[in-house]
């Protein structure tokens, strides 16, 4: 008994030890002053100047500030970007791809759009730590599966819940119903596909049709001081929608279903925005004319079809942009959410431009969310989301040096970061 004692505390002192090896530094709050860095503020150019954050703003941006109270990093021959944007993925959804038992970002059902990933998130995922170290402080976590699959939210990767990780915007996810194979292993005849078409467009018009007649009864008892004795999570889900105070983003990939889906929103007179897009270069013309703004990616990607050039993937969100399409870049994935800055490296390389590429995973994506007055550029009064590099975000070779959320400073550590320490200096060594 008296050895199993001593095997027992010498196990938890080693399991403590090893915990301590592994754990992630705080975060650090307070007064910041960032001093002679090269602001690249996104809407308003770029200079060499200060920035103050004080109580998670920029509180200042300009030349020559100071504050006796603040912490001051020289950021001479540095440089400072807002931080990068996701616009969609399953980081803080999914753990491992491969293992369904971690996976919590598709729901039962076809139509369940009041499912709500913020819900779902873990603010402990793994990857979130490692995202951060490449200067991504936003995503949306969206679901996937069903028809609606559910309502994505729009989260800052710093905050130990969902609702401390908010950004405070949340939109329903529709898939637009495929006109076309679903890949090559599909059988179907052609006037099978058409059926098929035909039956999931009906089925998503009755859908809203319902929606509207939900809204027109929830109207009429508001104006009567009446509750309606009905609950119907479903339709206050989509509420937003049908009375135009929120865009429904809407899947939607080949030329023949972006056209289906532009008639249909049109039919509707909804707001929309789509993702995927990876067809949008064929009719970026009819989206421009539409004013509907996309999320396309990821663009680190193969052609869809076999006859497509070899860059389809890389050049879509320069034609598009070139267009007068407004753009936003995502990663849709889950573990490799920090490759985001080398997609939009690839579109800006193709014909986007560094400049109008920085939009697309900062402002652009912001303002698609309606939060552009909060996040998205380095501007006064907005939250500070920031990091600090030694070079271009989108080249490899680039170390972000440090990086701001809320005003949070976050220490650059992941699970990367900790194993590579670990064996960079081996206790007990190799001999």
Known sequence: MHFLKIYILSFCTLLLFNINAQQVKKAESGTF????????TVTSGTFIGDLLIKDGVIADIGKSISVSEAKII??????????LIDGGCRLGLVEIDAISLTNDFNELG??????????AVNPNAVAIPVTRVNGITTVFAKPDGGTFPGTGALIHLFGYNPDQMSAGSERVVMRFPSTGKRGR??????DDIKKDAEKAIKK??????TANNYMKMDSAAKSENITLSTNNPQMLALLPIVSGKEPIFIEVNSKKDIESAIEWIIEKKYKAVFTGVAEGWRVADKLAKNGIPVITGPILSVPGRDNDSYDASYTNPSIMMKAGVKVAIRTDNAENVRNLPFNAGFAAAYGMGTEEALKAVTI???EIFGVGDKIGSLDKGKIANLFICDGDPFETKTKIEYLFIKGWKIPLE???????????????GLK
Request: glycine share 6%; charged share 30%; proline share 5%.
């Open 414 to 428: 992941s699970r990367h970061t900790l194993l590579y320490d670990e064996f960079l200096d081996r206790t007990p």
């Open 204 to 209: 998503i018009n009755d859908i809203w049709d």
């Open 185 to 190: 292993w599909d059988r179907r005849s052609e």
């Open 74 to 83: 020289d950021c001479s021959g540095k440089q400072i970007y807002p931080g």
């Open 110 to 119: 076809d139509f369940v759009p009041h499912m709500k990933a913020l819900t």
């Open 364 to 366: 652009n994506t912001a």
């Open 33 to 40: 002053l960032l001093k002679n860095g090269n602001l690249h």
